[in-house]
T-cell receptor, first 111, second 113 residues
Framework: QKEVEQNSGPLSVPEGAIASLNCTYS??????FFWYRQYSGKSPELIMS????GDKEDGRFTAQLNKASQYVSLLIRDSQPSDSATYLC???????????FGPGTRLSVLP | DTAVSQTPKYLVTQMGNDKSIKCEQN?????MYWYKQDSKKFLKIMFS???????INETVPNRFSPKSPDKAHLNLHINSLELGDSAVYFC????????????FGSGTRLTVV
């Protein structure tokens, strides 16, 4: 049974700080990793994807992947109140099309 | 607009009723999905479907059935609704490529009373 775990939070950070969101997964054959942002009452929105070990940067967002440790993280630099949302980690595997989502981490950026 | 669209956005119905939620995507994607998000915000796959294969999550009651008239549509039928079916249901689509993420619809909030 594939599992994806996240700290449910809430994670509170002051405006301008770096927010660090973490995710671990159980399926060693997982190949694709995604971060989604979900505002309250809205649908999940894809913000980052990562497939190879190391860091991937896109604007204020950096995704980090360590397959040996089965760990993927999302860093948000210069956090803004508009970043306050639930962040969902999703993991695909090498055999199927489906994603398994973590329970999400609620981030609150305080002005 | 290119998108995944779901209707209705809100659905309130009584226990025992049968209802449908419609989903359409104009992105040219090969695969469509239904996810259920419960009150704790946990997103769980219910079905994935392309023109070749329907994959059903074994935990989904057989009161739920997907129906796909064509590649761009995947509707969700629910028979004999129960209180525990209350949740937000999201339709999503993707290319038939494990390296791409989903595009989600806006969700349907189902409340069974």
């Amino acid at each position: 049974q594939k599992e994806v775990e996240q700290n449910s939070g809430p994670l509170s950070v002051p405006e301008g700080a770096i927010a660090s969101l973490n995710c671990t997964y159980s399926d060693r054959v997982s190949q694709s990793f995604f971060w989604y942002r979900q505002y309250s009452g809205k649908s999940p929105e894809l913000i980052m994807s990562i497939y190879s070990n190391g860091d991937k940067e896109d604007g204020r967002f950096t995704a980090q992947l360590n397959k040996a440790s089965q760990y993927v993280s999302l860093l948000i630099r210069d956090s803004q109140p508009s970043d306050s949302a639930t962040y969902l980690c999703a993991v695909n595997d090498n055999y199927g099309q489906n994603f398994v989502f973590g329970p999400g981490t609620r981030l609150s950026v305080l002005p | 607009d290119t998108a995944v669209s779901q209707t209705p956005k809100y659905l309130v119905t009584q226990m025992g009723n049968d209802k449908s939620i419609k989903c359409e995507q104009n992105l040219g994607h090969d695969t469509m999905y239904w996810y259920k998000q419960d009150s704790k915000k946990f997103l769980k796959i219910m079905f994935s479907y392309n023109n070749k294969e329907l994959i059903i999550n074994e935990t989904v009651p057989n009161r739920f059935s997907p129906k796909s008239p064509d590649k761009a549509h995947l509707n969700l039928h629910i028979n004999s609704l129960e209180l525990g079916d209350s949740a937000v249901y999201f339709c999503a689509s993707s290319q038939n490529n494990r390296m791409v993420g989903y595009t989600f619809g806006s969700g349907t909030r189902l409340t069974v009373v």
